[in-house]
């Protein structure tokens, strides 16, 4: 069985300070030629976030990137502040 495309949607921000981030306040597709802010969420075929970024005028501000368990518990994050330096956070099954 071949890989399904991930599905990117848009959203106005994140809640909690957990990880994987929550992102919250859905934008339709329509509603991002009036948008200089916005959250761009890949997920995958079961529903998870595998990607966030936020994003400015454009540019990319930071990037999140997620890898679960087969329980679907979060198993590893790569977190790219915009700094140059990617943090790596990797949790146990």
Do not use: W
Not at 31 to 38: E, G, I, K, S
Not at 50 to 57: A, D, G, N, Q, R
Not at 61 to 80: M, N, Q, T, V
């Amino acid at each position: 069985m071949a890989d399904q495309q991930p599905t990117c949607r848009y959203f106005t921000s994140y809640s909690g300070a957990r990880l994987p981030l929550k992102l919250v306040g859905e934008l339709a597709e329509g509603d991002m030629r009036n948008r200089n802010t916005y959250f761009r969420g890949s997920f995958n075929a079961t529903a998870q976030l595998i990607s966030c970024e936020k994003v400015v005028y454009g540019e990319i501000e930071f990037r999140h990137s997620y890898r679960y368990h087969p329980d679907g518990k979060l198993a590893h994050a790569e977190i790219d502040d915009g700094s140059g330096d990617t943090s790596v956070l990797d949790y146990p099954a």
